[in-house]
């Protein structure tokens, strides 16, 4: 066994410093998870507002699905992408497997249903008080999505954060798809299971710590945001 | 020109196997300010909602027959019972509705001063519309409705929650409104406001239309025996 209070202090140690090793699997994680949350908003959101707009068969069932999409575990939309984007598979002319896209793809898999599932919680309720309102002054579905989406965007960066957080947390898909390849793939979450597995638990403790500060950093952000500008009352 | 007359015909809606509204026949025509008057759950917010297209009959057709129907939705606005406040500013919730029926933004900020001013919200402008007072949010759903310049409002109740003068205010912005040829549907659960404001009285009672006739007549003498009660005082549900 390491000694783990030594551990912690050159965790500390490489953190204070910042340890180029360290800031350039931080910055990669950044990279891919910003990427994918910033995708997967650009779909989920609007999806969200949708479902929770339009009226269309099947859409209870539409509904059931996202909400049973946000549970799949990392590992299985991992293996899935793998076999859409290796070298047999139908996406594997993109020659992206083993890179930080084929990451992100995976991520954004991952968090897409997260945002739209949560979002349209979030703007379901909104619609019922806006509907009559809005049908009222003459909007069509598509300028009620757009109003819902602004009117709500406080709240709806909650989502987004949430979907952010999966996201960079996740090791499955990262590491399946990515293969964890130094200064190409590798990630906070990937090192740590790598560095722990290898017993050098001062990086990787010193990622963990990190890992902690981005997400509570994160979401102090977000209740900043919706609590210094979002309208009272 | 006008989308009006309004035309109910056999008009009726159920909800649960309850018939709310029932088999209403009703042409609303141009030029008399319509109010609706009725003791509570009457029917006449639901009423309202099927002349305004918000809720379609499960039996019978709502039809505009004026030479204009075909641009009816763009020319009707309502002010709902229980005002809905889109969250942004006092400003933005009028801009909201002006900005939909496609005006240009010189247009918009004239009109904006404009009903800002008459219904004294202006020195709130730029605060949230959620935290107005009733009465206030009361008034920015009229100031809101105001500013389309609507051939057709209809007013749901609109001085529920408002101080008398507010109510005076009021009052004199629908007569305004409908001294500037708008047509004017409303309800109200007060008696005094519907003698002062009521050229033609429909008098619902459990989702039928138990009259309709001219003001002068119906306060004068109602013919039925619902409305004689309503207006002793005697009548509740
Ligand atoms: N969506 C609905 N589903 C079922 N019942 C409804 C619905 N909306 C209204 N009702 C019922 O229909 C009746 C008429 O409602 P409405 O709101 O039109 O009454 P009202 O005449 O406007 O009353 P008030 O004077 O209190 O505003 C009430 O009994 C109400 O409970
Ligand atoms: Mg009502």
Redesign the interface.
Known sequence: MTDIPAAFLTALRLIVTLDPQLAGIVGRSLYVSLSAVVIAGAIGLPLGAAIAVYRFPGRRAAIVLLNGLMALPAVFIGLTVYLLVSRAGPLGFLGILFTPAAMILAQCLLITPIIAALSHQVLRA?YE??R??L?????RPR?IVW?LLW??RFGLTTVVMAGFGRAVAEVGAAIIVGGNIDRVTRVMTTTIALETSKGNLSLALALGVVLVLVAVGVNALAALLSGATA??? | MSILPLMLDGVSLRRDGRVLIDDVSLTIAAGPKTVILGPNGAGKSLLLRLCHGLIGPSAGRVRWSGPEAGSARRRQAMVFQKPVMLRRSVRANIAYGLRLHGHAAAVRAARIDRVLARTGLAALAERPAAVLSGGEQQRLALARAWALEPDVLFLDEPTANLDPGATGAVEAIVAEMHGGGAKIVMTTHDLAQARRLADEVVFLQRGRVAEHAPAADFFAAPASEAAAAFLAGRLFW
């Open positions: 909104l008080s806006y009559e309102q049908c009222s002054l003459g909007a300028q109003t009117d709500a309208p009272r009352g």
